[in-house]
């Protein structure tokens, strides 16, 4: 039980100080949302680079059968 009630102060402290603190920066979250978006536009990037490099190296005609 002792260890109940000191983990209970250690918590109550850490989150007095946060609240404590002034500014704290910007939230994660717009941070998040900049990298999934970041990380959306590369995946779509990434596509079409390779759908572009597929239909390229499909255009190419096929060396021709020496008899």
């Known amino acids: ?6 983990l209970h102060v250690v918590v ?3 989150l007095a ?4 603190d002034g ?3 910007d939230s994660p979250v717009p941070t998040a949302v900049i990298i ?3 990380v ?6 990434t596509g079409l680079a390779l ?5 390229w190296m499909d255009a190419i005609q096929a060396p021709a ?3």
């Open 51 to 55: 759908a572009r490099a597929r239909g």
């Open 17 to 20: 100080e946060l609240r404590r």
């Open 36 to 38: 999934m978006g970041l």
């Open 1 to 6: 039980m002792p260890i109940l009630t000191y």
């Open 12 to 14: 109550a402290a850490r």
């Open 23 to 25: 500014e704290r920066g």
């Open 65 to 67: 059968n020496p008899q």
């Open 40 to 45: 959306f536009v590369a995946t779509v990037v």
